[in-house]
Every structure is written in C-alpha cells, then in structure tokens.
C-alpha cells in the first residue's frame, strides 16, 4: 500500500511540531498518523474531520509547549516578555501612542463604514445594473440642468417606443397627506404613488404580501413596519383600511421589511398609483412631478436611447416646442449614479453628498497619519533609551533581523490592542457619532471586506510606523555605544523635526480651514438678500381646503394685531422656483426665468424694493389680475431699460392670458447663495400657490402662533397645520455645509490634540536628555523661565516652520473649497485667520511643552548634576 | 492510601491499560474504552487524563514499538505502577464488598 495515501496533512504535523513540547512530538505523531492511517481504510466521510479533530483537540495545556513569558535571551524571534517591559517600562509614551493609535483607527474605522453605507446605496435591488432613471435636460441662460421630475404619460410611451430596447418601466410620484387610520391622524411625508409592478422593478423587500401582486387593486396600499406600529402596534394590519387626506380609502396589502441598505427613495408607504389616472391633469406631458424609472435589457440599449430621445422629444413636444420657442431634453440615468448626482433640480430623491465624503475620508487619514507619526517620533526618542539594551544584544550574538522582528512585534502588540479598543469603542460610540454629524452610518460587521480592510488597516500603520524605528535601533553600532555610552544623534532628528513639521502642518491647516468655514457659513447666513428674512412665518398650503378659503384665512390672521402682513405665493425664498420663458413682445430674446407666483401683498411683506414701475396694486385688483414683475437680472437678459419694457406684454406657455410687466423689482436671493441671483418673474396669480408667508411682530410670539393655528384649524378643520419659521428654513439650504463645518472643527481638535500629545512626550524626552545641561545653566544663573524657553525654542521653530508651510496650503484649498459658493468670502481679508489659527497651535505647544518641562526646570540643579 | 481518589473515566482507562497489557498505547486505548464503555475520547483529551494518572504516580510510560502505520514513529506504551495496581484492586474490592452487603431482593430490583 502506497505510503502518500496514508500520509496525514503536512499542515497538521507542522502544526503538532511547532505547538507540542518537544518530547511530546514523536509519540503524538506517530499516533496521528495511525489515527489517519485507520481512518483512511474507514469508508466514512467525515474521516478528514475526525482527524482534524483529533489534530486540534490534541493542542491543550497538557501538551501544549510552555508559553509562559520567559526571559530566555535572544533565543527566541520575538520576545513577548521584552516587549511587554518595555512597553510598561515607558508609560507615558506608551498610552500616547495607544491613545494616539485608537484615536486614529476609531476615525478610520467610522470613516470606512461611512464610506462604505454611502457607496452601497440601492445595491441589494437584483437588477440594479439595468435599471435607469429618465430625466430631463433644460437650460437656463446658457446653463444646462438636469430636473429629475417627469410627468405621467413618459413611461407607457416610452415602452410603446422603444419595447425592444426597454423591459419594463415603473413610476413613483412622492407625496405628502394627512393619513388617518381608526381613531390616529397623523400628516405623513414619505408617502409615494406607485405602478403596480414597483415591488417587482425593485428588489425593496416585503415582510407580508407577494411582490406580484401586493399593488394589483387600484386601492392598495404597502406600509413600512415603522408606519404599521405607529398605527396599529402589535395588531395585524392586513386588511385595514387607510384613508388619505379624507378623501380616499386604501386598504392594506403589504407590510415592507427593513431595507437591508439605504435607497434614494425615501418611503414608508406605497399606495397604487390608480388613483392618479382619473385625473386629466396626470396625463398631461406638462405635469411634471412623478420619478419614472426604465429597465432595459443591457447598457448598450441605454446608450441607444439617449441618442433617440430628441426624437421622442420632438414626435411629443414639437408643437410646445415650437410655440415657446425652448427645448428640453431627456437622458437616462444609472440607478447607481442617482444618489450621488446632487446637481438634479427639483428631485424629489434623496442625495448623498460626493465631496463631503471625500473631506470626510481625507480628514480620518490626516488625523491616522498624526497618530503613526507620533509613534515614529517617540519611537525614535525611545530608540536612544534602549540603545544599550540593542548593544548587548548584539554583543551576545543577536542578529539584526532578530532585533527588527521584536521591535515590530512591540509595534505589533501595542497596534493590536489599539485595534481592538477602537473596534469596541466604534460599537459604543456609534449612536453619539451619528448624531453629532448627523449621518447615518451602518455597521456591517458580516462584509468580508470588513476583515481584510481591518488587516489591511493593521498591516499599513505598522509598516508606516513601526518599521523606521526598528531599522533604526536594530543598526546601532554596539561598540561605539558601549564604550562611550554615548548614541550616535544624527540625521534621524532631521526626520523627527520633518514629522513634527507635518503633524502641526496638517493641524494648522485644520485649524484654518475650520475657522474659514465657519465664517463663510456666517457670511451666508448674514449676508444681507434683498429682503427682510426676519420674523418671517412660512405655513404650507398642503390641502385643497385651505387652498379654497385662502383669502378667508388670509383676513383672519390680519385681524391679529401683531401679524402686519400676508401673501400667499408659489414658494418662498429658498424654496421652490419652476423655471419658464418669457415672450415679450417686440422683443427678440425669449429669457428663460425662474418663476414666483403671488398675490398683491408679496413685496410688502417680504420688504423687497421697487427699482422701477410698481407694485401689484390690490385697488385694481381687476386689471392687475394680468400683471407681473421682473427682476433686474431679467431686465438685463432682456436687454431694454426699465422704462421701455414696462406695460410690454408677455406670453409665457402654458397659460392663456397675455401678461403685462408693471414693474421691476430690486435682485433678491430667492435661491441658496450657492447659486447667483437668477432672472426671475413675479406673476400675479391665485393659482399655484404653495406657501403663506406671514410677516410678525417679534412680541409675543406663542401667542401670535396660537392666533394662526386657531384659523387654520377654522379654515382647514381636516388637516393640521405645518409651520416653519423662514430662518431656520434657510439655515436648512446650508445644511451640508453646517455638516462639514462641524466634521473639520471636531477633527481639528482632534488633531491638534493628538499633535500636542506626540510634541508633549517629545518635550519630555529632551528635557530628561538635557537634564545636566539644564542644571549647570541654572547654577550659573539661569531662571526658570529661560530654562522652558530653551527647551521649547527647538519646538516652536518647528511649528513656525508647519504654519509657512500649512499656510499656502491651506489657502489653496480653501480657494476650491469656496469656489461652489456664488457669494462667498475673500481669503485676502480674512489673512488674520491664517496668523491667528497658526498662533493657537503654536501657543498650544508651547503651554504642552512648558507644563511637562516646568518640573525639571524647577528642580534643585544639585540632583542632577551631583552624581557622575 | 492517601490522594489516590481516583474518577470514573480514570478508572476505565486504568482498566484498559491492564486489559491491553503490552499493547497498551493510546489508540488501542482510545479504542478499548469506545469498545467496553462506549466512551468517545479524542486521544488529546486521554493524553491528558494519562499524564495526570502519571504524575500522581498511578501509570509508568515508556516509548517503543515503531511501525509503518506510525511512520516509524514510536508509541508510548504505558502500565500500571504498583501504586496504580493497588487503586485498582481496593476499588474492586470496595465495591464487592459493598454489592455483597445488599440484600437480596433489593439486588432483584436493581437487575430488573
């Protein structure tokens, strides 16, 4: 019989071998290969097993070599007892180094999961490669942009179209409505209308309900188990009947499981979209509002529709286009580019946002380059301590790769237990971290990814810096060391300054880059806009009621003494501006402009200026049913003075009656400041319109708003009321930025706190060095305070040095930082920030450094100078 | 004699070892104790109950009988000191003398 065959895993004798006390070995690998040699004649399949299992249950503390940490000399490759002395032996650098090392793998670690739940957005749907959204393309003076919205009739005719080139098409038309199930009443903003087959196109996972078929009845409606406990607790709600604002009952179908990923749609119940079809509006091309998506058989087909959507364009809109004289076009769009393309205008999707990500990311490797450099630095320092220690060493025989591999397995052991404390300090911190930068960060800990990213993470800060240190110290020269007792110092301080250099470089920048930040935020947010932003209340028009008794509502509020005046309008500033085309006759150029429409009050209660003409003017309300104004950047586009185009005549699409400019009004920012003013039109018009804007007196406010819920409630008894006031709408537009704004400044902190720790044990060190030195200059008459200045000297050139250099950096960031911002602060101005921020971290080192270096300044000189 | 407690599974094996007599070594070990008591036992886990029944100076060890299915490896062949003998005989004597002292018809209700 052929021995191979009866030969157990060499794996498993290494094993045996490597473990097993060595006069253990022979005897338990004889009886293994016994064992496998009676197994192999076993017919039994789980023959390889059981010998495994024998194998390892063999590796127990009766046979086990004895591990126990001996300081048996340089026999072994790695000496764990060496390394855990030392590591104890020098505390205080030791826990800033495993401080600094958890710091900076927490960042990482969060940052990878951040990272991680962005990018995996709509992956769990099964057929995302094919799955595209159509959007359409307009311009806007020059400008294209995409609008994510399209009307109803795009998807059948698209499938008609094209049914070769398109499987099936799907749409969601987000809404919000007052919802009332039994007795609970409740207005619900993640609401969608969608074709039946949304739960087949999308792979969102249902708890209760067959896919096929849960939106089959034109009253069904799919709840998410948020909604179903908010309503029903414990109940079962199969079968219940919903209904929506009042009006129209649905009955569920469906329950929706947890995602297991976030998607760009954002719902908690799905309704069939029926409802929607009896309306003749819904069919209009016009009517945009609804997200169609497509599913095509492959990419190339989605490229082959792109180049045929002028013709679709021009076979459904060729007369409008022709009569408006304007075009839009229609692109498709992958489903996996959806949430990160933010540009899109009027999307009703959400948006993640791509640069935000990348400062996030960078900032995490900024603060763990900190940390490993930290490491490095005091790694060296320590490197002079333990000189002698490497001297004999190698006086006894060691050999250099024996030496490198135990000073990386120190790095090794204090990197693995900064690992593990920041693995368990992610899992408790989580919840704090996501509220503070409001993200929405999951954990998951089952991607196999996570793992080789943890070892990777691992592997990198190791060779970054563990391995300097140990080349460093493994090639002392012994005999040198031992007779002079002295450590060669040479150009390896020039790479501890140059780390120390780019710790404080990249905390500078930090710093800098926080402040500017903030003010630009505060630029924004103080930044006069043409209008009066203050006291401004903005209630939303959400229900057909209070939309027909608009002007009942409107009096009843005045009637308050402290509201001074109302206007109802299509949106309010930082709201929401359709775009449209004028036509003004004897005119050329048809300017494209974002419109407003509103009633009579609109100006005075937003406290906008007149340049030219007048207001709309409520005492002839008749004939100023058909007047409109303009801004001054549409007065501009138009190219005439305001004195000609005033009583001109405008016809905008889409609406019957010819309109007459009466007015131009001075630019106001009706948009985010990220975008320049636009040109814009305010049209007089009881229809449309989506928002009241209240105009208060700041006394007395509870009482005020006690006022307009009590008439909204009389004019609108169905519906509750949703109110926000117009500045904290406004903060909202900068809410990434906000975000960003509290990411650099809590990692500045970080940062400039690790870099201190790193500049603190620095000081340390040299102040224990120069000790001698130190004491002979007291006895000839040095104070304390010249002793911390000598001391410090050193360091603080080294952080004038990181400011000259962090200072054109950073302004080089900043510059593309602000570039996105139409209105935005001057760098120039603001070059006290650049001094102040470079002066915090320079004084902060100096506090760092004369705290640790006070106590051996202040000593009695005789202690260190009297013994040789 | 003192500190010669001795458990159940100790007892066994100690059993095995005088019934295998030269052959004596852990795989027919592991094996006469599946065989007469039905007890599973990875041989890492009777390593370990050997070594203790060693140590307390129950069993002797000694290494020879290399053959090819060991791949020329030795076994450790192990017996029964005489400290490990007379454990062995007091147990049984122990326990014969306390089967002899049940009664009789108490006896008929345990072998039902």
Redesign the interface.
Known sequence: MSNQL??PPTISIRLIRALCRTE?V??????L???Y??ISEDVNRFGKIRFW??V????????LKLFKLKNSGSMFIFNPKIAVRSLFKHRVSTSINLLGFVIGLLSTIFIYFYINTELNIDSFHVDKENIYRVIRTSEINGAPYDVGVTSGPYAEALINDYPSSINTTTRAFPQNGLVKIADKKFQENKMIFADRNFFEFFSYPLAEGNPGDVLSLPNSVVISREIATKYFGFKDPIGEIIEVDNEYKFTITGIMDDLPAKSHLDFNMVFSIELFEGFDWFHGWWNNGLVTYINVPNTQQAHYLDTQFPEFMEKYFGDDFEASGTKIGLHVEPLEDIYFNNKTRFDPVVHGDLSSLIILGAVGVIILFIACFNYINLSIAMAFKRAKEVSVRKVLGVEKTRLITQFLGESMMLLLASMLIAIGLSIALKPIFNSVFELDILFNWADQLVIAFMIGLVLVVLVTSGLYPALLMSSFKPVSILKSGKIPLGKNSFIRKGLVVAQFSLSIFLIIATLLIGFQLDYMKSKPLGYNKESLLIIHINNQEIQSNDELFKNDLLRHENITSVTSASGEPGGFHDGTVLQISGVNVNPKVRSSFADTDYLKTLGIPIAAGRDFDRSFANNDSMAMMINEKALAEIGLTAEEVIGRKVTIPGFDIDRRIVGVVKDYHFTALNNEIEPQAIIMGYTHHRRFIVRMNDVDIPNTLRHIEESFNKHSPNFPITYQFHDEGLDQLYADEQKQARVFSSFSGISIFLACMGIFGLAAYAAEQRQKELGIRKILGASVQQVILIISKEFITLVVIAAVIAMPLTWIFMENWLHDFAYRIGLAENWMVFIFGSLVAGIIAFLTIALKTYKTAASNPTDCIRYE | MKGTKIGEFEELTLLAIVILQDDAYIIRIQEELKKQANRSVVMGALHATLSRLEKKGLLESELGGATQERGGRRKRIYKLTAAGKSVLSEIYETRNRMWGQIPDYALKLIHV
């Not at chain 1, 022979?26 to 009886?31: A, R």
């Not at chain 1, 390892?56 to 046979?63: A, E």
């Open positions: 009866h030969t253990l022979e005897e338990i690998e004889g009886n290969y016994e064992y040699w009676i299992i024998q390892l249950t063999y590796l127990r503390p009766s046979t």
